[in-house]
């Protein structure tokens, strides 16, 4: 049960793919400090977005503004064609979203966990059932739906939180540093099921992260730093345009270095 997208979400037959979030001079400022200074994006209906930068580059809180968390302090945003101030209700029933921490009731099952957010976004009781299979399918944990969270490991959490975001069919899918404290075997093993959810759910992805091996799972990125976004494209093209690794090497006296009388010890 995919809902049904509105015109602009819609695939049109000879144009570019169909804009889902759409953002124009988006800021957001506390006091003195501006964290994310003048945003443009556009971000298409079906790709995974990366949000490649440091920490405090401004990439949760650009995220937070997307997910009506926060309010921008100026310029414009859309999500799944839904204005994120004006609109805010249908915004949040639009969207999925995985936090940087935690936000699972620890002492439920996880099929508890489910349920009790499948109650919140209203999620019909005769397709509840088939729903949380499927979810917890896609992550690999069906098997262990009626174990408390507290039984399970970090990585296991972390899946079930994007089963949790998947649950009521959300267009877009906001990831928050999905994999931030896990080792790289667990970090591994989740960006599996990222993937395997793309494949199997009509749904748009964004994700931030500060790692740069992650960012090649995503179809374009956006470099941010200090607020703004400084490159964006896709990995193999913000890569070429790179060019080839170098090394720089100072001495003591650079030109007696690179004299003819110079040789390797």
């Known amino acids: 049960m995919i809902r049904d997208l509105d015109a602009s979400t819609r695939a049109t037959p000879n144009g570019p793919p169909p804009t889902v979030i759409r953002t124009s001079d988006l800021r957001k400022r506390y006091g003195e400090l501006e964290a994310v200074a003048g ?39 859309t999500v799944a064609g839904f204005d994120v101030i004006e609109q805010r209700d249908e915004v949040r029933r639009s969207i999925g979203l995985v936090f940087q921490d935690t936000t699972l009731d620890t002492y439920l099952t996880a099929e508890r966990n489910l349920r009790f957010h499948a109650e919140l976004y209203g999620v019909p009781r005769d397709v509840m059932e088939d729903r949380t299979r499927q979810v917890l399918d896609v992550v690999g944990l069906w098997d262990r739906k009626d174990s408390r969270v507290l039984e399970y490991s970090g990585g296991m959490m972390r899946r ?67 607020g703004r976004i400084v490159a964006l494209d896709t990995p193999e093209a913000l890569k070429a345009s790179i060019g080839k690794d170098r090394v720089q090497i100072q001495t003591a006296d650079d030109a007696a270095a690179c004299g003819t009388g110079w040789r390797a010890a």
């Open 39 to 77: 945003v443009n994006l556009d971000v298409y209906r079906g790709e995974t977005f990366g949000f490649l930068g440091p920490n405090g580059a401004g990439k949760t809180t650009t995220i937070s503004m997307l997910c009506t968390l926060i309010r921008p302090t100026a310029g414009s945003a």
């Open 160 to 226: 079930l939180e994007i089963a949790r975001g998947l649950l009521h069919y959300p267009r877009v899918l906001f990831l928050d540093e999905p994999t931030i404290g896990l080792d790289p075997q667990t970090r591994s093993h989740i960006w599996e099921y990222i993937d395997e959810l793309k494949r199997r759910e009509d749904i748009t992805i964004f994700l931030t992260t500060h790692y740069m091996d992650e960012a090649e799972h995503c179809d374009r990125i956006a470099i941010i730093d200090n």
